[in-house]
């Protein structure tokens, strides 16, 4: 039985600072999700268990129901930090900036999520409707449109010996 990574984080400690609520609430509920998958726990039990006071019911299930998606089509393993990070994984940031511009532009939530799903389409009516939950409890999702950088292909040079 591996330790609870998550017994003393706090959702004011989860990612990087200038996030919105939602945008914290949903990476706090992302991670609490791998971190069951990591202990071989079901990450539905765990979120109705750890985010009761946090979220409502409608919120945690569209949730739950936007990772099975996501779970059910994975093209990859996804990358997420680890639950007291400050920082922001890049699978981490194209999901929540997907659920956040899903609603204006389902065609640049696709294109964040197509990387990492098969359908994206599917995901992307499912963060649809946790964008509309979030928004329902008060903590609605900023539409950050910001094209991500380019990252940089490294150049590459002979080996000389």
């Known amino acids: 039985m591996r330790p609870d990574p998550f017994s003393e984080t706090h959702l004011n400690h989860c990612g990087p600072v200038g996030l919105a609520d939602g945008e914290r609430v949903l990476l706090w509920m992302l991670r609490q999700w ?10 539905g039990a765990r979120l109705s268990k750890k985010a009761g006071a946090l979220v409502s019911a409608r ?3 569209a949730f739950i129901l936007m990772m099975t998606a996501i779970e059910g089509q994975v093209r990859r393993p996804l990358c ?12 981490e940031q194209r999901l929540i900036t997907a659920c ?3 609603p204006a532009s389902p065609e640049i939530a696709g294109r964040l999520l197509e990387d990492m799903v098969v359908t994206p389409e599917t995901v992307t009516v499912m963060a649809r409707f946790l964008n509309t939950a979030l928004a329902n409890d008060g903590k609605a999702l900023p539409m950050r449109f910001d094209a991500p950088e380019a990252v ?10």
């Open 152 to 161: 940089a292909t490294p150049v590459r040079r002979p080996t000389l010996h």
């Open 80 to 91: 997420v930090s680890a639950p007291c990070c400050g920082g922001y994984a890049d699978d």
């Open 34 to 43: 791998v971190t069951a998958r990591v202990l071989g726990e079901e990450p």
């Open 100 to 102: 956040g511009v899903c």
């Open 59 to 61: 919120v945690a299930t």
